[in-house]
């Protein structure tokens, strides 16, 4: 079982960007695809990124899509989301997660969960 970590929310203006990294512990890192989802209050755990265990395939969301980068760095054990010109609608709890073999965007598919990181965008 991975053990995953969050870091690097935050309260940011409408436009900017803020960099999530999510730390793994455990496990064999380059055997899981991982993912980002995100949640709002009230709302249903949604889609947000996944990548493939090397980075070589990579899968976002309709609503980030142009806006977010996903990447990994397997020597570090860390997945990344970049974030850019971010809006009110991306305010949410924001958790990576670790499946083992290929991308998913179900939520249902993934074993291992970090326990979010709040990223809040003011208008």
């Known amino acids: 079982q991975v053990h995953l970590v969050e870091s690097g929310g935050g309260l940011v203006q409408t436009g900017g960007s803020l960099r999530l990294s999510c730390a793994a512990s455990?496990?064999?890192?380059?055997?899981?695809?991982m993912g980002w989802f995100r949640q709002a209050p009230g709302k249903e755990r949604e889609f947000v990124s996944t990548?493939?265990?090397?980075?070589?395939?990579?899968y976002y969301g309709d609503l980030v899509k142009g806006r977010f980068t996903i990447s990994r760095d397997n020597a570090k054990n860390t997945v990344f989301l970049q974030m850019n010109s971010l809006k009110p609608d991306d305010t949410a709890i924001y958790y990576c997660?670790?499946?083992?073999?290929?991308?998913?965007?179900?939520?249902?598919?993934?074993?291992?969960w970090g326990q979010g990181t709040q990223v809040t965008v003011s208008s």
């Open positions: 997660a670790a499946k083992t073999g290929v991308t998913s965007r179900r939520p249902s598919e993934y074993n291992n």
């Open positions: 455990g496990g064999t890192f380059s055997t899981y695809a």
């Open positions: 990548i493939s265990t090397a980075g070589a395939y990579q």
